[in-house]
């Protein structure tokens, strides 16, 4: 505390400032040296990018929203920035938003697996288990150790009734963690 009084500009302190907070339990206060180290530091995402996860675990998602469109003005073309984006719109409960999200971070890179898991997990909350399965497919054709992507298809393969194929996928999942 006493080296960000020192130097109230230095984006830097101020963010270990708030993980002192946050390692203490101090939510209000790392919040607030957060959002300073944020407006402070518009060269890395880092700290908003803790930012909206705070403020989307805490369920504040006008907060969570707010953050992460200013992160995607700054890094425009940036995947991350896109699927936290979508990810912010989704606990919104605003799934065409987030899908639009989550297809622009993979537009962006083609290979930014948190966005395609992501999407598989919108398609698969709709109902549509065979384009979620398309899209976890791809992941792994992409990285066959994707155990995000295998955890996927197996709670597809069990809610279709294929038991043993989803026991299959989860012990694979297992043993690549």
């Known amino acids: 505390e006493r080296a960000a009084t020192l130097t109230a500009t230095d984006a830097k302190v101020r963010a270990r400032l708030a993980m002192s907070h946050l390692g203490t339990g101090r939510t209000v206060e790392a ?6 180290a944020f407006e402070l530091d518009t060269g890395s995402m880092r700290a908003g990018l803790l930012l909206t996860f705070i403020h989307i ?15 995607k003005a700054r890094y425009p ?12 719109r989704r606990g919104e ?14 537009e962006i890179d083609v290979k930014f697996e948190p966005a395609a898991c ?8 709709a109902g549509n288990r065979k384009a979620a399965s398309a899209h976890y497919q791809g992941i792994l054709g992409r990285n066959p ?9 197996s709670d597809i393969a069990e809610s279709e009734g294929r038991t043993f194929e989803a026991i299959s996928l989860l012990e694979k999942a297992v043993a690549l963690a």
Do not use: I, K, W
């Open 77 to 88: 073309d940036n995947p991350v920035t896109e699927n936290l984006l979508g990810v912010v």
């Open 57 to 71: 675990r805490r369920d504040e998602l006008n907060a969570a929203a707010r953050t992460a469109t200013e992160l």
């Open 93 to 106: 409960g605003n799934a065409v938003a987030a899908r639009a999200a989550f297809t622009r971070a993979l």
């Open 31 to 36: 919040l607030s040296a957060l959002e300073e």
């Open 145 to 153: 150790r994707a155990t995000r992507a295998l955890v996927g298809l």
């Open 118 to 125: 992501n999407l598989a997990e919108l398609e698969r909350a």
